[in-house]
């Protein structure tokens, strides 16, 4: 700017200079027509370096707003996909606690009553349901991990289980199982959430590893820390 301004003097001095050869007229102040020549001159100096510097202001602006929208549709763009890697973590996270404790209970069942009954054809249709259940349960795993590689941290999207649906979650498990606790109902979400999680997990190995086993959990609280133990029998 010093530059420029340097530059728009040096063009109203040679101006004034041309206007006033070969005698210096416009610098006698009792003259009006000396003012208007200086300030014509100085004017048109200035005006060129007034219209580049808009011009300028212009340009900066108009790439700024350009950065600004790609700024703002990159945020949009990492919105979305953090939407969809939570939405995609809180599937994996259900199909693992929920959809795979079902089918594999679904399993174990048909294997009951596979070996249980007597009718052959009955066999034959507990032996199919129990390795279709098996094939399902290895598509879930590989769903989850596929879901899991590329999710987040989950967000809570559905009404998550408390510590009162322990019980039905004890007689709907397919195995004897005894529930003892004394944990209080004020719990955190979060910490309700994950006993029952631990005892559902708990049970569904007992049903995988040891069949025919009974189980026993116990829940309580020493302090500020929950226990939760879950043992069983031996198999039958």
């Known amino acids: 700017r010093v530059l420029l301004a340097g530059c728009a003097l040096a063009y109203a001095a040679c101006d004034l200079t041309w206007w006033s050869w070969p005698a210096p007229e416009f610098l006698e102040p009792h003259e009006s027509s000396a003012l208007v020549t200086v300030t014509y001159s100085v004017a048109t100096g200035a005006a060129p370096v007034f219209l580049g510097q808009l011009v300028q202001a ?17 945020e949009r763009l990492l919105l979305a996909q953090g939407v969809l890697a939570r939405e995609r973590a809180q599937l994996a996270r259900e199909m693992h606690d929920v959809v795979s404790h079902q089918v594999s209970l679904i399993a174990v069942r048909a294997g009951a009553l596979q070996v249980g009954s007597r009718d052959p054809g ?8 129990r390795r279709l259940s098996v094939q399902t349960l290895e598509e879930l795993r590989h769903m989850v991990s596929v879901l899991r590689a590329s999710g987040s941290r989950p967000t809570e999207l ?5 510590l009162a649906d322990l019980r039905r979650l004890v007689d709907s498990s397919g195995i004897e199982a005894e529930l003892r606790t004394d944990l209080p109902d004020d719990l955190p979400p979060a910490v309700q959430r994950a006993v029952y999680r631990t005892v559902q997990e ?35």
């Open 158 to 162: 559905t009404p998550q289980p408390s």
């Open 122 to 129: 009955t066999r034959e249709a507990a032996s199919t349901i």
């Open 58 to 74: 212009r340009r900066e602006l108009s790439l700024r707003l350009d950065e600004i929208s790609e700024a703002r549709e990159h």
């Open 202 to 236: 708990a049970l569904t190995n007992v049903r995988k590893h040891a069949p025919g086993a009974t189980a026993t959990i116990h829940l309580l609280r020493r302090g500020g820390t929950v226990h939760a133990t879950v043992a069983n029998t031996a198999p039958t």
